[in-house]
């Protein structure tokens, strides 16, 4: 499942090396034994393996990076995850560059779908994201987010 607008689909490369090198360290059979932690891979894509207990929508954050995109994919657990196009937002924090994050108020009306299991995301710099959100009943989650550079 590809979510987009067709500006964005033909902008971007998701089938690029970069984009090949993620999806490979995501096909390792030993995910779920990583450590927290960083982990640097090829052309500058790092993973990021994440463990935490999913929160209330009203404790999440809206956020986007201007130099990567972002793959986030579900080791274990499930979580919510909200979407909503960058320019319809109001900044609430404004750009960090050390950190590559914005971080927004929340919209109105926003997208949803839930991350199981095995399941991934690819998000764009265009595209706000609210991870971490409880499914149901809070749970455990294991992530690995990548850290895909844009250019």
Do not use: W
Not at 30 to 49: C, R
Not at 91 to 110: C, F, L, Q, S, V
Request: hydrophobic residues 40%.
């Amino acid at each position: 499942m590809l979510i987009s607008s067709l500006v964005l689909a033909e902008h971007y490369d998701y089938l690029a090396e970069k984009f090949r090198i993620s999806y490979a360290f995501l096909s390792r059979p030993d995910l779920a034994d990583l450590p927290v932690g960083s982990i640097k891979l090829e052309q500058g894509v790092t993973a990021s393996v994440q463990e935490y207990t999913t929160i209330p929508s009203h404790e999440g954050k809206y956020e986007t990076h201007d130099r990567y995109f972002d793959i986030h994919y579900m080791v274990t657990g499930r979580e919510v995850f909200d979407l909503a196009p960058r320019d319809a937002l109001e900044e609430k924090i404004p750009y960090n560059a050390e950190r590559d994050i914005t971080i927004y108020h929340g919209p109105n009306m926003a997208s949803q779908i839930i991350l199981s299991q095995g399941e991934l995301i690819v998000l764009s710099p265009e595209e706000a994201h609210m991870p971490k959100i409880i499914a149901g009943e809070p749970c455990t989650v294991k992530k690995i987010v990548l850290k895909v550079p844009v250019y």
